[in-house]
């Protein structure tokens, strides 16, 4: 269940992130667009997210929640990037997720 929590608190996060960036993108950056009621609700989406990982942190290590909150982010938001924003990932771009994915792995490992 525990890690349960860390996958939904990174998906939170990541979701929030893909609809702030959606915001963003069509407001531009300024103090009106951090009160409007789209951005307040990412926020929301956001703290949910946070909530997830307070249980996370609850029943786990903070390396190993942190570390899997890691491995997942650069998952997430590549995939992400890629299907919302139309962003391209090279060989090379592809290589470096691989390689931080292992690293995040290997750093995880007892």
């Known amino acids: 269940m ?9 998906l939170l996060y990541s979701l929030s992130d893909v609809w702030k960036k959606t915001i963003l993108g069509e407001q531009g950056f300024s103090a009106a667009t951090f009160v409007r009621p789209a951005f307040l609700l990412a926020l929301i989406v956001a703290a949910a997210g946070f909530a997830f990982q307070m249980h996370a942190l ?3 290590d903070l390396s190993r929640t942190i570390v899997v909150m890691g491995l997942l982010a650069v998952i997430f938001s590549s995939a992400a990037g890629a299907v919302f924003f139309r962003e391209h990932l090279n060989v090379w771009n592809v ?3 691989a390689l931080a994915c292992a690293a995040i792995v290997l750093v995880n490992m007892k």
Do not use: P, T
């Open 58 to 60: 609850s029943k786990l």
């Open 95 to 97: 290589v470096g997720l």
């Open 2 to 10: 525990a890690y349960l929590s860390v996958i939904l608190a990174q």
